[in-house]
């Protein structure tokens, strides 16, 4: 009878290197069923995290609605509704400007009547007092143009002090505004002689973005103040397609300037010229 042959330590060795192709099954088969279980724990892990995520976010929705919601109601209180609906027909109401040599005198008597109402008898406007000072830059803007149309491009709530009692806005709007042979003659007598830039301002309407900050009294709903801005030289060379045209327009001063204190020091130095 044939004797087995002992396994050598080579043999089981060799045996540890290669192991048969059921193990090599096995294994594969476990590395499987770990990594596939392993894709459902992060699957059903990462669906737990966008239902809660969701949830989340519903949740602020709904929390940022009611307290926008109680916010608006505080305004109203306020009276923030109020001056909004006010300042809104205060530019409807001035939206092609103001002349008291109107065709239309009804008009007129709206627009001073609610000017009168709108505006605080302490109003400050662009650090001078007084509605009559409002009134009057509406006259100089528009006895200074062809036509006037301002548009309102927004207002937002700056703040409501309880401490000086004041309700704060930022306005801004566009003013269009036609230019003529007066307009030329009036806002810039020294170039009245150069036909390319008259031609290239007669006739044309200046686009004018302008900005103000208002203040109003939280008790009496009336404007307090009011501080305008408008960048008269970014218009002028946008409408002119030229710095250089722009900088001899405004007598080498290319600076952000208030239009309505442009026409205002324009008007004063009519008025002293008149006068001697």
């Known amino acids: 009878m044939a004797r087995s042959r002992p396994v050598s330590a080579a043999d089981s060795s060799m045996h540890k290197m290669h192991p048969s192709p059921d193990k090599v ?3 594969r088969a476990k590395r499987r069923a770990r990594s596939m279980l392993s894709q459902r724990r992060y699957r059903a892990t990462q669906k737990a995290s966008n239902t809660q995520l969701q949830a989340d976010v519903e949740l ?3 929390t940022t609605v009611r307290l926008e919601a109680h916010l608006s109601v505080l305004h109203d209180r306020r009276g923030v509704g109020e001056c909004v609906a006010a300042m809104r027909e205060y530019v409807r109401l001035f939206e092609r400007g103001y002349s008291p040599a109107s065709q239309d005198p009804r008009l007129t008597q709206r627009q001073v009547a609610f000017l009168n109402n709108f505006v605080s008898p302490a109003l400050q406007f662009d650090g001078e007092g007084g509605a009559d000072v409002m009134l009057d830059g509406w006259i100089k803007l528009t006895t200074s143009f062809g036509s006037v149309r301002n548009e309102l491009v927004a207002i937002d709530l700056l703040s409501v002090n ?3 009692n004041t309700i704060r806005f930022r306005v801004a709007a566009c003013l269009h505004l036609e230019m003529n042979a007066s ?3 009036k806002l810039f007598p020294h170039q009245v002689h150069r036909a390319s830039l008259v031609a290239k301002l007669v006739g044309k309407t200046l686009r004018l973005d302008a900005g103000a900050s208002v203040a109003f009294d ?6 307090t103040r009011l501080d305008c801005e408008s960048n008269v030289a ?5 409408q002119l397609q030229s710095i250089e045209d722009a900088v001899e327009a405004l007598q ?4 952000t300037e208030s239009l309505f204190g442009r026409l205002q020091q324009l ?3 009519e008025t002293g010229t008149n006068d001697s």
């Open 25 to 27: 099954d096995a294994r």
């Open 60 to 62: 602020l929705e709904q």
């Open 162 to 164: 309880d401490d000086d």
């Open 183 to 185: 307009t030329v003659q």
């Open 218 to 223: 939280a008790t009496t709903k009336q404007m």
């Open 234 to 238: 970014a218009a002028l060379v946008a």
């Open 252 to 255: 080498g001063e290319l600076a």
């Open 267 to 269: 008007t004063l130095e």
